[in-house]
C-alpha cells in the first residue's frame, strides 16, 4: 500500500510524521549520490502490483544489486515478511505499532542500553543465531546469549584479584581453567568476565556510574588457569521499563534470567566463545526470559573448605565454584558450520553453495 494513502491528518503520530521525514530526506539525499536513469534500471516494469505479485517483482528489483549475498539475503526477507503480512492479514494498525515499536525500541537505546539486543533475546533470535555461527563439538563448554551488558573498559585484573566492590554480596571464589578439546591448557586466553551487583544490577546501570564494577578482564596462565573473586549471582530482570518490557508484559511472560556469571573467551586460532554460568536451583532455570540457559552450563556452588579459603585468601563464609571451559578452535568451528549448513540447505531442497561460508544461490 502507498505511503501516501496511510497518512490521516488527524491521526498521525508523532514519531511516524518524523520518520516520514527522514525518509524523505534519505530519498533527497540518496538522488544526489544515484543519478541512476530510469531507462538504466534493468526490471520489468513494475504496475499494478497486488498482494499476489508484489513478492517476486520485489526480489525482482532488489536484484540489480551485485552483492550476491546481499541479494540472497533481501530475497529471502522480503519473502518471510510479504509471507507473514499475507498469513497473517495483518491490519494497518498493527503494522504501524509495529513500526511504531521499533521506534521506541531506538528511541529508548542509548551507549548503555541496547533495546534491540533485548528484543532479539526475547524473540529467541541471539540464541539462534549464536547457535548457527558458533556450533559446538561435543564435550566443549557451549554458548549462551551475550545481552545487553557487555562493556569494554573493564580492568585487566590479576589472578586471584576481586572484581566485586559490593559487600552486601555473598563472596564466590572461581577457580577456572581453559583447554582444548585434547585436555592441554590454553595460556593467553582473554576472558571478559561480569555480573550484576547483590541487588541485580549491572554497574551501568546505575546513573551515577563512575568505573566499571562488577566486571574484569583476566587472562589465563601457563596452566590455562585463572581464578577471580565476586559475588554469589543473583537472579535479576531484564530492563522491563522499555518497549521490550511492555511487550514481555503483553505475552504474559516473566523478564527474569536465572542467576549467572558471564564470560567472553577470545585467543587468536580458537573460536570466539560467548556464554555464561547458571547457578544450580534458581527459580528461573527453566524459564529464562532469554532462552539462555544449558544444562552444561548449570553449575553448584559449594561452601568452600577451610583450607582451600586461607589458600586464596577469602573470608570461610565463602561459596568456591570450580569449572574447566574447553575451547575449540576457529577451524574445527568453521568446518562444523560448514558441514551443518550444507545438510541443512540439502535437507529444504535448495539449490545453494556456500562462499565463504554462507549460502548464496548455485547458479554455476
Ligand atoms: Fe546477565
Given at each position: 500500500?502507498?505511503?501516501?494513502?496511510?497518512?490521516?491528518?488527524?491521526?498521525?503520530?508523532?514519531?511516524?510524521?518524523?520518520?516520514?521525514?527522514?525518509?524523505?530526506?534519505?530519498?533527497?539525499?540518496?538522488?544526489?549520490?544515484?543519478?541512476?536513469?530510469?531507462?538504466?534500471?534493468?526490471?520489468?516494469?513494475?504496475?499494478?502490483?497486488?498482494?499476489?505479485?508484489?513478492?517476486?517483482?520485489?526480489?525482482?528489483?532488489?536484484?540489480?544489486?551485485?552483492?550476491?549475498?546481499?541479494?540472497?539475503?533481501?530475497?529471502?526477507?522480503?519473502?518471510?515478511?510479504?509471507?507473514?503480512?499475507?498469513?497473517?492479514?495483518?491490519?494497518?494498525?498493527?503494522?504501524?505499532?509495529?513500526?511504531?515499536?521499533?521506534?521506541?525500541?531506538?528511541?529508548?537505546?542509548?551507549?548503555?542500553?541496547?533495546?534491540?539486543?533485548?528484543?532479539?533475546?526475547?524473540?529467541?533470535?541471539?540464541?539462534?543465531?549464536?547457535?548457527?555461527?558458533?556450533?559446538?563439538?561435543?564435550?566443549?563448554?557451549?554458548?549462551?546469549?551475550?545481552?545487553?551488558?557487555?562493556?569494554?573498559?573493564?580492568?585487566?585484573?590479576?589472578?586471584?584479584?576481586?572484581?566485586?566492590?559490593?559487600?552486601?554480596?555473598?563472596?564466590?571464589?572461581?577457580?577456572?581453567?581453559?583447554?582444548?578439546?585434547?585436555?592441554?591448557?590454553?595460556?593467553?586466553?582473554?576472558?571478559?568476565?561480569?555480573?550484576?551487583?547483590?541487588?541485580?544490577?549491572?554497574?551501568v546501570q546505575h546513573s551515577d556510574r563512575n568505573e566499571p564494577t562488577e566486571r574484569c578482564v583476566m587472562v589465563s596462565?601457563?596452566?590455562?588457569?585463572?581464578?577471580?573473586?565476586?559475588?554469589?549471582?543473583?537472579?535479576?530482570?531484564?530492563?522491563?521499563?522499555?518497549?521490550?518490557?511492555?511487550?514481555?508484559?503483553?505475552?504474559?511472560?516473566?523478564?527474569?534470567?536465572?542467576?549467572?556469571?558471564?564470560?567472553?573467551?577470545?585467543?587468536?586460532?580458537?573460536?570466539?566463545?560467548?556464554?555464561a554460568l547458571y547457578m544450580r536451583g534458581d527459580p528461573y532455570e527453566t524459564s529464562d526470559a532469554v532462552f539462555g540457559?544449558?544444562?552444561?552450563?548449570?553449575?553448584?556452588?559449594?561452601?568452600?573448605?577451610?583450607?582451600?579459603?586461607?589458600?586464596?585468601?577469602?573470608?570461610?563464609?565463602?561459596?568456591?565454584?570450580?569449572?574447566?571451559?574447553?575451547?575449540?578452535?576457529?577451524?574445527?568451528?568453521?568446518?562444523?558450520?560448514?558441514?551443518?549448513?550444507?545438510?541443512?540447505?540439502?535437507?529444504?531442497?535448495?539449490?545453494?553453495?556456500?562462499?565463504?561460508?554462507?549460502?548464496?544461490?548455485?547458479?554455476?
Open positions: 500500500m502507498p505511503v501516501s494513502r496511510l497518512i490521516r491528518p488527524n491521526s498521525v503520530s508523532t514519531s511516524y510524521t518524523t520518520t516520514t521525514s527522514a525518509i524523505r530526506l534519505c530519498q533527497i539525499t540518496s538522488q544526489k549520490k544515484c543519478n541512476m536513469a530510469a531507462d538504466k534500471v534493468s526490471v520489468p516494469e513494475l504496475l499494478d502490483l497486488t498482494i499476489d505479485n508484489i513478492t517476486p517483482n520485489a526480489i525482482k528489483i532488489n536484484s540489480q544489486c551485485k552483492d550476491r549475498r546481499l541479494r540472497y539475503v533481501m530475497e529471502r526477507l522480503v519473502t518471510h515478511l510479504h509471507d507473514f503480512a499475507r498469513e497473517t492479514r495483518i491490519s494497518t494498525d498493527e503494522w504501524m505499532a509495529g513500526l511504531n515499536f521499533l521506534v521506541q525500541c531506538g528511541q529508548i537505546s542509548s551507549d548503555v542500553r541496547h533495546e534491540f539486543i533485548l528484543l532479539s533475546d526475547i524473540l529467541g533470535l541471539s540464541l539462534l543465531v549464536d547457535s548457527i555461527n558458533h556450533p559446538k563439538p561435543q564435550n566443549t563448554t557451549e554458548g549462551s546469549v551475550l545481552g545487553p551488558f557487555h562493556t569494554h573498559d573493564a580492568p585487566t585484573l590479576e589472578n586471584g584479584a576481586n572484581m566485586s566492590s559490593d559487600p552486601q554480596g555473598e563472596p564466590l571464589l572461581c577457580i577456572c581453567t581453559v583447554k582444548d578439546t585434547k585436555g592441554k591448557p590454553i595460556e593467553g586466553v582473554k576472558i571478559d568476565i561480569w555480573e550484576t551487583d547483590s541487588t541485580g544490577h549491572y554497574d596462565d601457563a596452566t590455562g588457569d585463572f581464578w577471580f573473586k565476586c559475588i554469589l549471582p543473583v537472579s535479576y530482570p531484564i530492563p522491563h521499563d522499555g518497549p521490550v518490557g511492555k511487550l514481555l508484559l503483553k505475552l504474559g511472560r516473566h523478564p527474569w534470567r536465572p542467576a549467572h556469571l558471564h564470560f567472553m573467551m577470545e585467543k587468536p586460532g580458537c573460536d570466539h566463545l560467548i556464554t540457559v544449558k544444562k552444561s552450563l548449570i553449575v553448584e556452588p559449594q561452601k568452600i573448605d577451610s583450607a582451600t579459603a586461607k589458600k586464596y585468601g577469602v573470608p570461610e563464609n565463602s561459596w568456591v565454584l570450580k569449572h574447566d571451559f574447553v575451547l575449540t578452535t576457529d577451524q574445527e568451528t568453521a568446518n562444523l558450520r560448514d558441514r551443518l549448513a550444507k545438510e541443512a540447505l540439502e535437507k529444504q531442497g535448495l539449490n545453494l553453495k556456500l562462499v565463504d561460508h554462507l549460502p548464496v544461490p548455485d547458479l554455476d
